[in-house]
């Protein structure tokens, strides 16, 4: 699809016109003379959504079959056609377009899933199943605890079981000084013998003696405990372990897929890296993962850089080392739609399900705009099917799906009430598109978390006493954030001053809610002993900044409303500024650095002041 321009507009309108007035005949002079199907308004809307709310379903069937228009494309807000009939107000029309898409599309709209699966920072997703149970990872870059484990028995529906690294010394050793949006890339989790192998790239900074490092650790559950990693001081990034048939093991990183020989427990690498293949278009090829199907061996890479471009590609061989061909389908996902919701699409790894069928999950990125990735990227799934000749195609090669059937079959997406702490939750029926709520899986701070400082009570409250440090330190260890689940969203705190001894100690600093990218760019609303406030830091500055005179008496409630760009702070529900345009809590907020990670939101200290949060209602 593409935005209409100056020159199509006048047709554009006058179509979509049409379509909301259900003139058929006059649609199909428009699309015969003038009208380019292709083109969209600039919220993304087809002329397949005009006309499922113009209520003809002869003029909805003329779009799906004889001009090929989907009923699943979604516009900028996720809503897709199939969406727009569940919207009508006439029950007949409405009924006999939505048993239409049906019959279209094979699946109801409770008997799908919606794309992300995993909505905010959810980057770099490995997947490994273990008889009926499937184990996923993501990139947790300097956050700890470090590179989440989430278990799912639907592919659908995932709860963040565990973490790779939970010991807090060892993180604040390797982690403690790092730049944001470096650390921990690109984590792959296998499964060998009884246990569970996680490996993992650690990106340090540029003056490090070894800027890129690959860490292995494992557990005999999926969950952990985790050994403590071994680091293996080897260039390279995204790396995979893949077992042969003879119980071989081999680590693979980039660029393109070079392996080399680990020992079984992925303790001592007993090769050099050796280049396999380099990949289908020579861009950037990095995130090999190896699987052996019916006597081939298939590599799978991410090639074309991380933004729009990103493609997964494949090449094979009948020997490990190679030579590997090309893929004739290749690439086998790419977003080719520049103004599609989904973007980005790339680095993932297949799995064989339960049943011999095959699945794939894999990165992307949505933006406001067309221009600001703020939730970071994120993990999308998609069926794979085999060629006769032997070649995986993802999605029938259309792209990165928005609505597409359950894996295994039953309700599905459709409540995201009553679903557990932790667990992804892919739409709501009552909503156009589906509100895709994620509860959070639990708190990270950047680098490490001290417990003498902070802690988080079975009660929901969340402890935080002050360092001294801004948020701007990398130093600083009193916050706690979350990622952003999207880009519309709300969330509220009470907030409470502990004060301590009789007479209690001066409130000193400023302490409150913060909006997070990293140390570079942030929001905080916040407090001090005299003022409320909120004030945008952007690389080495504030940049924005308002107050009101405020005498804190020990007790608050902070509300951050955020609709896409926009801001609204609230202070114990009253409204007290709206921000437009900001900009800065995404990765193209800023050019500094490594920044790979996606928009959080949470609580902080900055002080001595020893202080208490709790969620104030849902997460919205």
């Known amino acids: 699809m593409i935005l209409y321009t100056s020159k199509t507009e006048a047709a554009a309108k006058k179509t979509y016109q049409a379509a909301l007035e259900g003139d058929y005949e006059q649609v199909r002079r428009l699309i015969d003379h003038t009208f380019n199907t292709e083109d969209c308004d600039p919220e993304g809307n087809s002329l397949l959504h005009y006309a499922v709310r113009g209520g003809s379903l002869e003029l909805v069937k003329y779009l799906v079959e004889a001009c090929g ?31 239409y898409f049906y019959q279209v599309c094979g699946f109801s709209r409770e008997e799908c899933y919606r794309n992300p699966v995993g909505r905010g920072m959810h980057a770099d997703p490995s997947i490994i199943r273990v008889g009926e149970d499937y184990y996923m990872v993501n990139s947790s870059f300097v956050y700890f605890p470090c590179i989440p484990i989430s278990h799912s028995r639907d592919l659908v529906h995932w709860e963040v079981i565990g973490h790779a690294v939970t010991d807090r010394k060892w993180a604040e050793e390797h982690l403690g000084g790092l730049e944001g949006g470096r650390g921990f890339w690109a984590p792959d989790i296998s499964y060998y013998e009884g246990r569970f192998y996680i490996c993992a790239t650690l990106r340090n900074n540029d003056d490090a003696p070894y800027i890129q490092t690959q860490m292995v650790t494992s557990a005999s559950r999926p969950e952990g405990p985790y050994d403590t990693p071994v680091i293996h001081n080897v260039l390279g990034i995204d790396p995979s372990i893949f077992t042969d048939d003879d119980g071989r093991r081999y680590m693979l990183i980039n660029r393109g897929a070079r392996i080399m020989e680990i020992s079984p427990d992925g303790k001592e690498i007993l090769s050099e890296p050796q280049l396999i293949w380099y990949g289908h278009s020579g861009h950037a090829p990095e995130g090999p993962h190896l699987l052996k199907k019916d006597g081939y061996y298939y590599c799978f890479l991410a090639e074309g850089g991380t933004g729009k471009g990103h493609m997964i590609t494949v090449g094979r061989s009948r020997n490990l080392m190679g030579p590997y061909e090309d893929c004739p389908y290749n690439p086998i996902m790419t977003q080719k739609d520049e103004i ?16 011999g069928r095959w699945y794939i999950t894999y990165l992307c990125s949505r933006f406001l705009e067309g221009q600001w990735g703020m939730l970071g990227r994120e993990t999308c799934l998609d069926e794979i099917t085999w060629t006769p000749d032997g070649w995986p195609v993802i999605n029938q090669g259309r792209g990165p799906s928005y609505m597409a059937p359950l894996p295994f079959g039953g309700k599905g997406a459709a409540g995201s009430e009553g679903t557990p702490e932790g667990e992804w939750s892919a739409g709501s029926e009552g909503e156009p598109g589906g509100s895709h709520k994620m509860t959070e899986a639990g708190w990270m701070s950047p ?27 990398r130093d600083c260890r009193s916050l706690l954030v979350r990622c952003q689940p999207d880009f519309d969203f709300q969330f509220s705190f009470q907030m409470e001053w502990m004060k301590e001894g009789d007479a209690g100690m001066p409130f000193a600093g400023d302490a409150g809610v913060v909006l997070y990218y990293d140390e570079n760019t942030y929001v ?40 896409g760009l926009r801001r609204e702070f609230y202070y114990n529900n009253t409204l007290l500024w709206t921000w437009d345009r900001v900009t800065s809590i995404c990765s193209e907020g800023l050019v500094k650095g490594k920044r790979f990670t996606g928009a959080m939101y949470g609580v902080y200290v900055n002080g001595s002041n020893l202080l208490r949060w709790r969620q104030h209602g849902e997460i919205q």
Request: glycine letters at 8%; aromatic letters at 8%.
């Open 69 to 99: 228009m989907s009923p699943v494309w979604a516009n900028a807000q996720m809503v897709t056609p199939y969406d727009e009939a569940f919207a009508l107000t006439e029950g007949e029309k409405a009924r006999a377009i939505q048993d």
């Open 340 to 355: 599609a919701s989904i973007q980005c699409c790339g680095h993932g790894k297949p799995v064989q399900i339960h049943d």
């Open 447 to 473: 680098r490490t978390i001290d417990p003498e400082r902070i802690t988080v009570g079975a009660d929901g409250w969340i402890q935080i006493r002050g360092d001294g440090q801004d948020l701007c330190r």
């Open 524 to 563: 905080k609303f916040g407090v001090t002993r005299d003022q409320v406030f909120a004030a945008e830091y952007v690389d080495d500055r504030y940049v924005r900044q308002e107050t009101l005179p405020e005498s804190f008496s020990g007790q608050c409630l902070f509300t951050v409303k955020t609709r």
